[in-house]
């Protein structure tokens, strides 16, 4: 892939660890959880047997919940690596709940990623699809319709897609294959 290649980077599940906040929320240890994840099972619900209801009626009642959710201990280097290569835009999808899309801007205020206003607030990441266009995500649906509208996806492997638990080195990984 070129240097002129346009990079979609998602949120939750790539650089911000969502399934741990909702396990911090119910007061549950995502270690263990992780642990003791059926893989390729998307659902944290499922894991933390709640409904989704459940989650998000708990959810939305944190204030600071997307503001505060756990960076990845790779995603500052991560970013600024593929800012150093590439044009770099977030795509996260937001919750149904309005404070998300601000809790999200916070935290990457917060975290000083740089990203300025170039965020993408949507969960039709495929209408971001095109020749040139990759988009680094952890759900198998989101990165099969990126491609079958003529996009590159890079499926970020964790214990709930279909890439699997990921024990390497994430970034020398996104360099192997970008
Ligand atoms: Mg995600």
Redesign the pocket.
Known sequence: MGADKIILI?????LAN?NKAIADAFNKDYNEIEDNWTPGNWSIAQQLNLSEGEIWARVNKIESFWEDIELYPYAKKLVKYLKSKYEVNVC??PSSNPACATGKMKWLLKHKFGFGRNIIITPQKHLMAGPNRILI???DKNCDKFKAHGGEPLLFHQVWNSGGKFDGDRLEYIKSVL
């Open positions: 998602d949120l939750d599940g790539v969502f996260t999808s995500d952890d759900m």
